[in-house]
Each structure stands twice: as C-alpha cells, then as structure tokens.
C-alpha cells in the first residue's frame, strides 16, 4: 500500500527490498532529476547566462526536494 501511494504520488523512483533476513525496506524515491550536456570534446557549447539559468533550475528543484 504504501509503494502504491508513493509512485501515485509521483515518486516513480520508489521501490521495495527484501534482505537477505527477511527484512522490507521500501524506498521513496523522487523523479526529480536535470541532466544537461554543457560541453563536448573539452568545447563549452552553451553562454554562461544559460548555465546560470540552470543553476537556478537546479537549486529550485532542490528546495522542493526539501
């Protein structure tokens, strides 16, 4: 029930375990991810007002993770 709830939720990421002991664990993962590519072959490819715009992206996306 509660893995239901939490990919429901949008934790796609969630997941169940069970060790080696019989114990359960349930992990409530967020989604919540930004993969960019910068540079290629050692060459900057975007303006540093875009990385900046990024960085602000990214830390938006780490207080909602808080």
């Not at 993969?35 to 290629?40: A, F, I, N, Q, R």
Request: glycine share 10%; net charge neutral; hydrophobic share 40%.
């Amino acid at each position: 029930l509660q893995h239901s709830v939490a990919v429901d939720s949008g934790f796609r990421n969630s997941g169940i375990t069970v060790g080696k002991g019989g114990k359960i664990t349930m992990a409530v993962r967020s989604t919540h991810c930004l993969e960019v590519p910068l540079s290629h072959k050692g060459r900057l490819m975007v303006s540093e007002e875009y990385i900046e715009f990024l960085v602000h992206i990214a830390n938006q996306k780490m207080e909602e993770n808080m």
